[in-house]
């Protein structure tokens, strides 16, 4: 039906109205309305290729879904149709990401990159949603150094890539973490929640047993300050295993959670602060950032960062401030920070970058620091960047 | 050459006109959108202008079921998502900006998913251009904004791409179910143009040629790359209009961008294969060097004469001051076989009013060009009746358009 304009009595739009349209407050308005990019600190989306010269890692591959610090080199990992594993190194001269490998058959690496210097890289590899899946590989990948700069006249050495096994026949690799005093890694399988560990030098495999006996687990591992192995189970009960005993145990404490919502209560990310022994967890129900004490047995909410559930990436800086990131899949994810000094929690808005590509930043799923105060961030999207953030100095 | 500017005089708050295309019945349809006031709505018009006459067709608000004052984002344009099959039935997907009753503005960046007054959505309806009925309602992309919407008539499906997460879907119109094929940039490209295979096309960033298959159902990125200026990198080449060169399977586009340039894509046999060639600036003379706008020297309104020249609009932005010139926009008319260009007209009517941007444009029969506008003062769109020049030759009638 047509509508019926000739008698139609409009509304004056607020903006618009003569009374307000100069007003102070309404312009105040409208620079309200304009927030909601990241506005601090300084950012830089690098292409996941050596810019100029290669293709990055092709859209639909390159979603970010680990990385690893190691020296000198941030490394990734990439989910999609096929997973990658790629190097950042953080030298000036040499400040570009090489594509190490295509680990084919493999459309994960999530939360499985794990660097242990005297060893190497290692990757634990998934395939979510494959019925014939024989199980992901745990892969030792060997960077090697190159000659030259990046500027001119380089030459990369390809990587040696080896195959260590499969820890759980027929299950990915749900996340792995490494204990370099022990020269081992731990990790979860995909589907049962399976305690795995590796020994790094000989590639020996063996089993602990279930993280939770109705499998809702995280998908999350952390090294405690104890240099135990923590995870997560049903209703957010942290779990511990002793390398030295051999066992999983509850350890008594839980992941705080918002009245009547233990139920959907689980680890998006978590974060040890190796100086205070703190482990900052955050969730994924309703996106609540909290301090766990594995010493004292506390757990303490510190509050909702952003609007958003869903906390999917988390670090400490090396300054010990926590940054984070929030948003369901398939939405606008914010940026956020923890002073744990002053206790402010910050939303930082949507990370964005003008430098090397100009680039609206949507998704991310991990996050590490390195000792010199940088924040890398991991985009996971169809076509995904590696995110250095340079945190403002500290008030 | 007469210019004749048609105010949306029935809607005291529309203030831009994006979406404007040739139905089946000789006819442009027309959004009138309102993005800038509190509250505003998007409304459909339909022009003749063989009678001159403009109806009021549509309050799109209502007829998607959200009405202005439900708290969220309004739906208060359709940008370039107005498409109309040979049967009249239009095909019209919704887009965002436009804050709610008591906002000001409206911040996607920020309010993305608010279970309160995020955008609800873009709202995709179907609209029988003959009955004047609303056939259907369904939301094409949840939360986002439809920036330009394609037709595939066989396979019976739209080609869309969402705002601001920039991703491109494909729609089934007999399941009504959506595919999301993923994210292909940052900056949104204003059009998704098809070949005679059905091969949905647009740029990305970089104004390299995105190809979607459907046969292989997959998003193809090639190295085809549109035309840009020496001096700069592609950055912000994607495409802001394309048309379909009379008597071919080519098509001629314009990017947008600063300094934008012109080009004709030859379609390739094999998906993602072409040959694109270089039509040269829109705006001659562009050194790089002053501050200048995406919108300075915008060109847009691209539909060829009778005689099978390209007609297209060019911002006159040296006195830009503003997200839009004083100046009238002048029409140009090229020779796509030679890249020779000549302007035809300013932009500004009998009465004064001036068009300093257009953004569509549509030929009716061989003497009428419909033209979409933005303008400083009111919102409207442009009647052109050409000169005899221009209304000889074998293509009296356009080839229709399935893209917006």
Known sequence: ?395 | MRVRFIPFDKLPYADTCWSLIEGPDGRAYVAACSERSSGGTAFVLRYDPRTERLEYLLDVAEAVGCPPDDGRATQCKIHYSMVIDDDGIMYGATHLSGPAVGEVTYNPWATFDDPLRSFVGARLFAYDTRSEEVLWVDTLIPYEGCRCLALDRGRRRLYAVGYPRNHFYVYDLEARRRRDVGRIGSVNPQAIWLDGRMRAYTLDDYGRLLVYDPDAEELITTDIEAPHAPYQNGWHNMVYDVVQVPGSDDVAGVSWNVDPYLFRLRHGEKAGTGAMRDLGPAAPGIDGLRLRGVNTNHAGGLVFSAGGQLFFSVCRGDDYSDILPHAPAVLNVMDVESGRVRPVCDLRDENGEVVPYVSRAARIGAEHLVLGTVSRTKAGIAHVVLDDEFTQGPWQKTPRRYWG
């Open chain 1, 1 to 395: 039906m047509r509508p019926d304009l000739d008698d139609k009595q409009w509304r004056v739009p607020l903006n618009l109205d003569p009374r307000y349209k100069d007003s102070p407050l309404m312009a105040r308005l409208y620079q309200a309305g304009r927030q909601g990019l990241v506005s601090e600190g300084y950012t830089m989306a690098k292409e996941l290729a050596i810019r100029g010269s290669s293709r990055a890692i092709p859209p639909g591959e390159c979603a970010i879904t680990s990385l690893a610090m190691g020296a000198g080199w941030v490394f990734g990992a990439t989910s999609g149709r096929c997973a990658h594993v790629f190097a950042y190194c953080t030298e000036p001269a040499n400040e570009v990401v090489l594509d190490l490998a295509a680990l084919k058959g493999h459309a994960g690496v999530r939360h499985a990159l794990v660097w242990l210097p005297e060893h190497g890289l290692f990757a634990g590899a998934s395939a979510l949603g494959e019925p014939a899946y024989p199980g992901g590989e745990v892969f030792r990948i060997q960077p090697q150094r190159f000659v030259g700069s990046l500027i001119q006249e380089w030459n990369p050495v390809p990587p040696r890539v080896e195959s260590l096994g499969v820890p759980v026949e027929g299950e990915g690799v749900a996340c792995m973490i490494g204990d370099a005093s022990r020269r081992r890694l731990y990790g979860l399988s995909d589907r049962t929640g399976t305690l795995f560990s590796l020994d790094a030098g000989s590639g020996a495999i063996e089993t602990h047993g279930l993280i939770d006996e109705l499998h809702r687990f995280s998908p999350e591992l952390i090294l405690g300050p104890d240099e135990r192995i923590y995870g997560s189970g049903t209703c957010g009960r942290l779990m511990r295993f002793d390398p030295v005993g051999g066992s999983i145990e509850e350890t008594g404490m839980s992941l705080p959670h918002f009245a009547g919502r233990a139920q959907y209560s689980k680890v998006g990310a978590w974060a040890l602060d190796a100086r205070t022994g703190l482990i900052y967890a955050g969730d994924v129900a309703d996106g609540l950032l909290s301090v766990l004490n594995v010493s004292s047995g506390e757990a303490r909410p510190l509050g909702k960062p952003t609007a958003q559930p869903h906390i999917r990436a988390l670090t400490v800086a090396a300054d010990g401030r926590v940054y984070g990131f929030a948003g369901v899949r398939d939405t606008i994810g914010h940026l956020f920070s923890h002073a744990p000094a002053s206790g402010e929690l910050r939303d930082l808005g949507v990370l964005t970058s003008g430098t090397e590509r100009r680039w609206y930043g949507y998704e991310f799923d991990c996050a590490v620091a390195s000792q010199d105060g940088r924040v890398y961030f991991g985009e996971s999207d169809r076509i995904s960047h590696l995110f250095v953030y340079f945190p403002p100095a500290m008030a």
